[in-house]
């Protein structure tokens, strides 16, 4: 309630930036910051959510996350600003929510780019050249993928020795590989209907 009461009371609009990352318990959340004046005019940037994101990591399904954590704290009326990376998907996810919250609002004039990331992309640029996320990647990571790929091979050739019990094993390590298909398992089994939302306020709940 405190943290509600004070943006609530906020003397600016609440601006809001936001970034995807996956867990190690391979669960994709969305980290949402808010920033805004307090009351006595003092800046203020706290973190307000860590929402789980399901399916796809596609700009409309981070928006359902934003969302969720907005509605929650009831700041639909004064969000202000939005600022995350500079991927087409964040202007897809920027402008879902605005349809929500404030459809007479334009994307354009509504979002801020993310200036580390902008002087990294241009640093890479002029040290790699063209794709240089493929480059830094190949240069960087060649030989731990090779190593990586090598032995999760072996790994699953001996378990295919055990029979069928080593199939289960396999099949497991290949749901539980990717966030997304997590949820498609749960989906199916129907168990998803088991998990609670994940909330970052007061506190985190890990499953």
């Known amino acids: 309630m405190r943290v509600i ?14 970034d995807l990352w996956s867990s190690p318990n391979a669960l994709s959340l969305c980290g949402v ?3 805004y004046l307090t009351a006595d005019l003092q800046s203020r940037a706290i973190l307000i959510g860590l929402e789980r994101v399901k399916g796809a990591h596609s700009g409309e399904n981070i928006a359902e996350a934003i969302l969720r954590i907005i509605i929650e704290f009831g700041i639909a009326e004064k ?9 087409g998907k964040n202007d897809t996810c920027d402008q879902a929510i605005l349809d929500e919250i404030s459809p007479f609002s334009s994307v354009a004039h509504r979002q801020l780019r993310c200036y580390g990331h902008v002087i990294n992309l241009a640093a890479k640029a002029f040290l790699f050249g063209h794709n240089p996320d493929a480059f830094e990647l190949e240069i960087e990571n060649l030989e731990k993928l090779k190593l990586e790929i090598r032995h999760e091979r072996e790994l699953l050739t001996q378990w295919r020795k ?26 199916m089994t129907g168990a998803n209907t088991q998990f609670k939302r994940l909330y970052s306020y007061p506190m985190l709940n890990t499953y």
């Open 5 to 18: 009461d004070e943006l609530h009371s906020a003397r600016s609009k609440i601006h809001l930036s936001f």
């Open 33 to 35: 910051v808010a920033h």
């Open 79 to 87: 969000v202000g600003y939005f600022q995350g990376d500079n991927v």
């Open 162 to 187: 055990r029979g069928s019990v080593g199939k289960l094993h396999n099949i497991v390590v290949w749901i539980r590989r990717t966030p997304q298909r997590r949820d498609s398992f749960l989906e």
